[in-house]
């Protein structure tokens, strides 16, 4: 069973501060993807990183990709209020890149 | 991306009725789909893969006879939750994947079925 562990789990911040979240795995991904949900809607995709190493930047948020495809971080520079939500990373797998997602962080940015 | 349509949004029953749930893909001919199970404040966690004109692909632990999945078209799979209990109350989201070619590796998501049994 492939499993995605993120950490923290949980992570209150200030406006302004920045913060980090992890995904790692045992497990090599063809991609991995990350996602934000807000309460009662379907998660949307941030960004999808391929190549082992790759580091992504869109806006203030800040993707890498392990060198091995094992693992990959998020960093937020400056959070603010509406970065809050649950962030989700996931990786393809299997004939039918079925999606496997990780445990989840809870973030909370407070004004 | 694909458009994905699920239905109903909220729904409401008693303990030991049926529930049925639909995931349209509005603009793209799916041969598979993913249903998955949310808990408050946890991850997705995946069902099943939904594939059209054959059986679904259950994972680990999920029973398939209280879970039926149907998949009879290339936009529509339904997802049924028979005898639906309390512990079967849960945020259900399907998934549509069209595929490393549409450059996001094409996963869209529903926006998911909020299930209350009472």
Known sequence: TQLLEQSPQFLSIQEGENLTVYCNSSSVFSSLQWYRQEPGEGPVLLVTVVTGGEVKKLKRLTFQFGDARKDSSLHITAAQPGDTGLYLCAGAAGATNKLIFGTGTLLAVQP | ?118
């Open chain 2, 1 to 118: 991306g694909a458009v994905v349509s699920q239905h109903p949004s909220r729904v409401i029953c008693k303990s030991g009725t049926s529930v049925k749930i639909e995931c349209r893909s509005l603009d793209f001919q799916a041969t598979t789909m993913f249903w998955y199970r949310q808990f408050p404040k946890q991850s997705l966690m995946l069902m099943a893969t939904s594939n059209e004109g054959s059986k679904a692909t259950y994972e680990q632990g999920v029973e398939k006879d209280k879970f039926l999945i149907n998949h009879a078209s290339l936009t529509l799979s339904t997802l049924t939750v028979t005898s639906a209990h309390p512990e079967d109350s849960s945020f259900y989201i399907c998934s549509v994947n069209q595929g490393p070619g549409q450059g996001s590796y094409g996963y869209t998501f529903g926006s998911g079925t909020r299930l209350t049994v009472v």
